[in-house]
């Protein structure tokens, strides 16, 4: 896997991804940037919520569960002081199917969270905190 990052013009960068998929990214203009695209930590944030996302469909898809929507909110706290690394973070999924139960979903996130999702766990390994919940929706 590989990525590249062009600086565009004060903190603004175009990130490449190795699939050929491009995005925006951009500082804040306290510091520099002109706010047209997320900060780098909130992609950090975006691609581990993807990734446990992503793991929790497939593996309610693998149980042949009737998902129709799934949702993740994501919340998360960074230190104080520089590095401003995360230190906690909270994922809630809504999970909306038919018939959906609910060791099922639990399973699927629990999966994700210990086993599946390489960002999840290599943030847990670097020091973060990191707590699940999710609601379902009959629909």
């Known amino acids: 896997m590989k990525t590249?990052?062009?600086?565009?013009?004060g903190r603004q960068f175009v990130a490449e991804s190795g699939s050929g998929h491009s995005v925006v990214l951009d500082g804040s203009p306290e510091h520099g940037g002109r706010n047209t695209g997320p900060r780098p930590m909130e992609m950090l944030l975006m691609g581990m919520g993807g990734c446990t996302t992503f793991d929790v469909?497939?593996?309610?898809?693998?149980?042949?569960a009737e998902v129709t929507n799934c949702v993740a909110d994501i919340q998360a706290e960074r230190a104080e002081t520089t590095p401003a690394v995360f230190t906690k973070i909270h994922v809630h999924f809504t999970v909306t199917g038919r018939n959906l139960k609910e060791k099922q979903v639990q399973r699927a996130v629990e999966l994700s969270a210990?086993?599946?999702?390489?960002?999840s766990i290599m943030l847990v390994n670097g020091g973060v905190e990191i707590t699940?919940?999710?609601d379902i929706v009959e629909g």
Request: charged share 35%.
């Open 4 to 9: 590249r990052i062009k600086w565009t013009d």
């Open 57 to 64: 469909l497939n593996i309610l898809d693998k149980a042949r």
């Open 114 to 119: 210990e086993k599946y999702c390489s960002a």
């Open 132 to 134: 699940h919940s999710f």
